[in-house]
């Protein structure tokens, strides 16, 4: 699974460049399949990917077209998805988001993700074998009615929220 650390990210977005290139042979950060967000107000950049969380809302898929692969990964069929959008509605941080006649979710890169290559700062880190006890049922609630960006802004905010206060217990 994919590790973040937003207190390392600088939002370079090099993560972002290197996934859209290599699944697309662009380089668009709409096609990318993690995306920063930058917190101006606060100045907390971090990066959304998918985290294969513990309840992987994701798989609710009406017709069946998500799984979880080898390596944890989320796997959407292309041929068999309808483009419903509920895979995206599900996903409480907006790591799964539909473009056009795809549906873009990290897919792990096969097992050598990328954004972690790209990454010289160390805040994405790729730890294969272990398990997310990662739960975004807190978020669920939240998020609901909100567009992915929405969610990746909320997730972003809440994750810093947390950085700020560690930052600050450890300096008293």
């Given at each position: ?19 859209a290139f290599f699944h697309t042979g662009k380089v668009s950060n709409r096609l990318a399949r993690i995306k920063v967000m ?135």
């Amino acid at each position: 699974m994919i590790q973040v650390d937003i207190s390392k990210c600088t939002g370079c977005r090099s993560c972002e460049t290197a996934c859209a290139f290599f699944h697309t042979g662009k380089v668009s950060n709409r096609l990318a399949r993690i995306k920063v967000m930058h917190l101006y107000e606060t100045g907390v950049d971090g990066p959304v990917v998918c985290i294969q969380c513990r309840e992987k809302y994701c798989l609710e898929c009406p017709i069946n077209a998500i799984t979880v692969g080898k390596n944890g990964e989320i796997v959407v069929a292309p041929t068999i998805c309808n483009l419903c959008g509920s895979c995206e509605r599900q996903c409480p941080i907006g790591a799964i988001e539909q473009h056009g006649d795809l549906v873009y979710v990290c897919d792990l890169c096969g097992g050598r993700p990328k954004c972690v290559d790209a990454c010289t700062e160390g805040a994405i880190v790729y730890a294969p074998g272990t398990g997310n006890e990662a739960t975004l049922a807190s978020l669920k609630q939240t998020t609901e009615k909100m567009n992915p960006s929405e969610k990746r802004l909320i997730y972003v905010e809440q994750l810093g929220i947390l950085l700020r206060s560690n930052w600050r217990e450890s300096r008293d």
